[in-house]
T-cell receptor, first 111, second 111 residues
Framework: QQQVKQSPQSLIVQKGGISIINCAYE??????FPWYQQFPGKGPALLIA?????SEKKEGRFTISFNKSAKQFSLHIMDSQPGDSATYFC??????????FGTGTRLTIIP | ETGVTQSPTHLIKTRGQQVTLRCSSQ?????VSWYQQALGQGPQFIFQ???????GRGNFPPRFSGLQFPNYSSELNVNALELDDSALYLC??????????FGQGTRLTVV
C-alpha cells in the first residue's frame, strides 16, 4: 500500500530532447506528489510538486502530468540539457508528512 | 543551498559501535525528518520530529533513535551498528508540513 514504483531505472536522452520518467502509486490516501533531483554527493532537491486536484503542473522546462484514476504521475523535462544529468526521484505523501520515495531514475543527457 | 546542514559529512564506524549524526534545520523550520538512503536506492523514512516530539516512525528497529532540541536541531543515534546500516543519512526540515528541504547528508560506512 505504501509503495511507489518508478521507471525506467536509467534513461539516456539527447540534448534538446524530452526526458520522461514515470511513477505509479497504490495508496489512494496520498495527496502530495513531489519530484526530487539529486546530484552525486548531494541531498535531494525539490524540483516540482503536484496535488491530485490538478492533472498537470508546469514550471519552466519541467512538467508533472497526473492521472488520478490510473494512480500514475510522470515528470517531463523539455529541451533536456547536460546539466539535467542527475538521479530523479518521485515521491508521495499524505499532508506532506513522511515521504515515500520511488527507486530513482538515473538520467544522462548526451550531446 | 537549502540551509539544512548535517555533520559530519563522512564517517567510518566498526560493527557494534554507536553513532550520532547531527542536523541543523533551516532557520524558522520546526519539523525535522530523517531518511536512510542505501546505495542506488530511494530514501527510506526513519522518523520525524515536530516541536521536539516524535511524530511518526518508519520501519526501523528501536536501535535507531532520535532527538530534537528546543532550537529544532536534531540528532539521529544508531546503536549496535550493523554492516547494512552503511548508507547516506539525510535530514530534511520544514515549517510545519510545508515542503521539506534536505541537507547534503552524512555518508556512514560500517566496517
Amino acid at each position: 500500500q505504501q509503495q511507489v514504483k518508478q521507471s525506467p531505472q536509467s534513461l539516456i536522452v539527447q540534448k534538446g530532447g524530452i526526458s520522461i520518467i514515470n511513477c505509479a502509486y497504490e495508496n489512494t490516501a496520498f495527496d502530495y506528489f513531489p519530484w526530487y533531483q539529486q546530484f552525486p554527493g548531494k541531498g535531494p532537491a525539490l524540483l516540482i510538486a503536484i496535488r491530485p486536484d490538478v492533472s498537470e503542473k508546469k514550471e519552466g522546462r519541467f512538467t508533472i502530468s497526473f492521472n488520478k484514476s490510473a494512480k500514475q504521475f510522470s515528470l517531463h523535462i523539455m529541451d533536456s540539457q547536460p546539466g539535467d544529468s542527475a538521479t530523479y526521484f518521485c515521491a508521495a505523501s499524505m499532508d506532506k508528512e513522511k515521504l515515500t520515495f520511488g527507486t530513482g531514475t538515473r538520467l544522462t543527457i548526451i550531446p | 543551498e537549502t540551509g539544512v546542514t548535517q555533520s559530519p559529512t563522512h564517517l567510518i564506524k566498526t560493527r557494534g559501535q554507536q553513532v550520532t549524526l547531527r542536523c541543523s534545520s533551516q532557520s524558522g523550520h520546526n519539523t525535522v525528518s530523517w531518511y536512510q538512503q542505501a546505495l542506488g536506492q530511494g530514501p527510506q523514512f526513519i522518523f520525524q520530529y515536530y516541536r521536539e516530539e516524535e511524530n511518526g516512525r518508519g520501519n526501523f528497529p528501536p536501535r535507531f533513535s532520535g532527538l530534537q532540541f528546543p532550537n529544532y536541531s536534531s540528532e539521529l543515534n544508531v546503536n549496535a551498528l550493523e554492516l547494512d546500516d552503511s548508507a547516506l543519512y539525510l535530514c530534511a526540515s520544514s515549517l510545519d508540513w510545508e515542503e521539506a528541504f534536505f541537507g547534503q547528508g552524512t555518508r556512514l560506512t560500517v566496517v
